[in-house]
């Protein structure tokens, strides 16, 4: 089956920084990447999703870029802000039939004022 | 009109006890999931359903049992429950295989 390493577990910045995780894939069959947002005590959301067919995707202050030969994909954060502080799972699974998805263990993101 | 709605949020028992969350989801989606978040905020996958028949039911103990009475609802029943039950258990809906709506989860301690 799939497995997703997720990297690094805690990640610190600076209210501006930039922050990055990055997740690797087993399943060369895999072909939909999404990344879900947890905020403390919430439910996780869907922020941001790839395909296997498109490179990189851009939605604001976030992009996910994927490089499937290397079997890779990251989470791009820039212009951090307080309220991006939370746990971020990245995902995969192939888009046919019943598949489920299979998460990361997370990034728990702290960004200070 | 919350999409995905679960009850109870936090539920507090004795060891050995049986205990039901339900899960109902207005969305119109096909599939619907539990997953189990531990203390390490580990998201695991638990079961799965569409259209009311189990598709997926990864290694947990038989102890947890699945209900689906339609395709807007899937209950856990969990019976004899153990301290390492303790967790937040996510239900979660989708039009499969796309994007997962999740619930807004129901803390489970066992005491």
């Known amino acids: 089956g799939e497995n997703v390493e997720q990297h690094p577990s805690t990640l610190s910045v600076q209210e501006g920084d930039s922050a990055v995780i990055k997740c690797t894939y087993s399943d060369s069959a895999s072909n939909y990447f999404p990344w879900y947002k947890q905020e403390l005590g919430k439910r996780p959301q869907l922020i941001i999703d790839?395909?296997?067919?498109?490179g990189e995707k851009k939605d604001q202050r976030i992009a996910v870029t994927l490089n499937k030969t290397a079997k890779h994909f990251s989470l791009h954060i820039t212009e951090t802000q307080p309220e991006d502080s939370a746990v971020y799972f990245c995902?995969?699974?192939?888009?046919?039939?019943?598949?489920?998805?299979?998460f990361g263990k997370g990034t728990m993101l702290l960004v200070s004022p | 009109d919350t999409a995905v709605s679960q009850t109870p949020k936090y539920l507090v028992t004795q060891m050995g006890n049986d205990k039901s969350i339900k899960c109902e989801q207005n969305l119109g989606h096909d599939t619907m999931y539990w997953y189990k978040q531990d203390s390490k905020k580990f998201l695991k996958i638990m079961f799965s359903?569409?259209?009311?028949?189990?598709?997926i039911n990864e290694t947990v103990p038989n102890r947890f049992s699945p209900k689906s009475p339609d395709k807007a609802h899937l209950n856990l029943h969990i019976n004899s429950l153990e301290l390492g039950d303790s967790a937040v258990y996510f239900c979660?809906?989708?039009?499969?295989?796309?994007?997962?709506?999740f619930g807004p989860g129901t803390r489970l301690t066992v005491l």
């Open positions: 790839i395909r296997s067919n498109v």
């Open positions: 979660a809906s989708s039009i499969s295989p796309y994007e997962q709506f």
């Open positions: 359903y569409n259209n009311k028949e189990l598709i």
């Open positions: 995902a995969a699974s192939i888009l046919q039939g019943y598949s489920t998805l299979t």
